[in-house]
């Protein structure tokens, strides 16, 4: 294991590990931060390194050449400028039109202009984001490709590490890694949860087929489906949190279904 490796990924926990469809914020901006990360120590992070959002990844690539470089990472060149890049798309559009307008950005005008492609003076979720859909998040966590995830390439909490680990051999497999998107989150699965999750698998793929047909663009965190999650229901169907909650992980995976069909 390297050195600092394992102690730089337990410190990115603000948003620990539930399940392998979502993209995940990375937290740790720190030289222990960048070791974690920089698994083949050529002083860079490429796309291939990165297990994280998108948006986290494009706010530090300054010179948006598809990696992130020590320098970058620190922002050691800021001179205690902020890059704004722990603030999320989402947080930041506060009126709520899809766009994060000068008045709503937080960092400095330079850093705002890095991201805005037309220059128009707004930013876009494609200019925020871009269009691709985020890697498989296995085989992006398996850095060394062997088909498991081994505890040095674990990038959250021992504990959730543990909870998916269901055989106890220290290394997860793609069934295992799966199962926290079938069922591990603890919520019974009762007939409630299998309605909104038969829903959710419907809405999900026909979300992800639009966004491909429609805007090429990915856009799960961006669906209103996955806000209230409770389409569909009727109080008969037992309890609201329980349909929900089948409903939003169903759709998260159903989305990259329908989202990779051409």
Request: no cysteine; proline share 1%.
């Amino acid at each position: 294991m390297r050195p600092g490796g394992s102690r730089a990924r337990q410190q990115n926990r603000a948003d620990d590990f539930h399940d392998a469809d979502r993209e995940y914020q990375f937290s740790d901006w720190t030289a222990r931060g960048f070791t974690g990360l920089d698994h083949n120590r050529d002083n860079k992070v490429t796309a291939d390194e990165w297990h994280f959002d998108r948006e986290g990844f494009r706010r530090a690539d300054h010179n948006r050449d598809g990696a992130i470089s020590r320098s970058e990472f620190l922002n050691e060149n800021a001179q205690g400028e902020d890059d704004d890049r722990e603030d999320r798309f989402v947080d930041l559009d506060v009126n709520r039109d899809n766009r994060v307008s000068r008045d709503e950005w937080h960092g400095t005008r330079s850093n705002f202009d890095l991201l805005d492609d037309d220059r128009d003076g707004v930013l876009t979720r494609v200019e925020v984001f871009g269009t691709e859909a985020p890697p498989d998040l296995f085989t992006s966590t398996d850095v060394n490709r062997n088909g498991t995830i081994a505890r040095d390439e674990w990038h959250w909490s021992r504990a959730s590490f543990d909870r998916l680990d269901k055989n106890r051999d220290a290394r997860l497999s793609r069934e295992e890694f799966a199962g926290s998107v079938v069922g591990t989150t603890g919520v019974a699965r009762s007939q409630a949860y299998q309605a909104g999750h038969a829903r959710g698998l419907i809405e999900g793929r026909a979300a992800g087929r639009d966004d491909r047909a429609l805007r090429n663009q990915w856009d799960l965190e961006g669906q209103r489906e996955l806000e209230q999650a409770d389409s569909g229901y009727e109080a008969r169907m037992g309890a609201r949190a329980d349909y929900q909650a089948g409903y939003r992980e169903a759709f998260r995976v159903s989305y990259r279904e329908g989202f990779g069909t051409r």
